[in-house]
Nanobody, 122 residues
Framework: QVQLKESGGGSVQAGGSLRLTCSFP?????MGWFRQAPGKEREGVAG????????FYADSVRGRFTISYDWRESEIYLQMNNLKPEDTAMYYC??????????????????WGQGTQVTVSS
């Protein structure tokens, strides 16, 4: 069972930054970050193809969030800048099983970490 472990969440004021880290024993072709706010469905935030480092973003975070991958550390990161109160959510690392779907195909992610909480105050 692949284990994805997130860290780096916390509380920050609007306009601030946080960096999330996801560690895993073995990377998949597509790895990503999702979030779920109270009372809302989980949504895809950012994805990365670990082979060529192509990245995919939800419209709501494009230009503010950056996903990256370090193969030497077996980690992916989510750098979040200019955070807004609506970014408040539990953030999850996830990966896709082997397949031919693009890494922005959010419904194809099937394995999840336990999540890390991000809270942005106004």
């Amino acid at each position: 069972q692949v284990q994805l472990k997130e860290s780096g969440g916390g509380s920050v004021q609007a306009g601030g930054s946080l960096r999330l880290t996801c560690s895993f024993p073995k990377s998949s072709d597509c790895m990503g970050w999702f979030r779920q706010a109270p009372g809302k469905e989980r949504e895809g935030v950012a994805g990365i193809f670990t082979g060529a480092l192509n990245t995919f973003y939800a419209d709501s975070v494009r230009g503010r969030f950056t996903i990256s991958y370090d193969w030497r550390e077996s980690e992916i990161y989510l750098q979040m800048n200019n955070l807004k109160p609506e970014d408040t959510a539990m953030y999850y690392c996830a990966d896709q099983p082997p397949g031919k779907w693009p890494c922005g195909a959010w419904t194809k992610y099937t394995r999840w970490g336990q999540g890390t909480q991000v809270t942005v105050s106004s």
